[in-house]
């Protein structure tokens, strides 16, 4: 899965082997954020609107576009307040702690 947080919206690629696993997928993704941001913020109740929209990708550039969309989601919506991303940071900032290894798993 991949995926982008904006202020109100999420955007998510996810891969399925049916319409009932997709379904049931992203009804545990939404239960999971909807506890997190509940807890975060001492409140319980809906967070998320019941529905998300599906578009099938079938070829292989609809699927680079799709990905080039979301992981850089926030490029435009940043650029929509006329702010940018921090070139240092990208460049080379992050770099202080450490190379990125082709092995590494996010979160692990």
């Not at 578009?55 to 940043?78: C, D, G, I, K, S």
Request: a positive charge.
């Amino acid at each position: 899965m991949h995926y982008s947080i904006q202020n109100d919206h999420v955007h998510a690629l996810v891969e399925a082997m049916s319409a009932r696993d997709l379904a049931s997928g992203m009804k545990s993704i939404c239960a999971r954020l909807a506890r997190a941001v509940n807890r975060i913020f001492g409140r319980c109740g809906p967070v998320l609107a019941d529905r998300y929209h599906l578009h099938v990708l079938r070829t292989p550039r609809e699927v680079r576009n799709a990905l080039a969309y979301v992981l850089l989601n926030a490029r435009r919506h940043l650029a929509k307040v006329g702010r940018a991303l921090s070139r240092w940071l990208l460049r080379m900032g992050w770099r202080r702690h450490g190379l990125i290894s082709p092995g590494e798993v996010p979160g692990g």
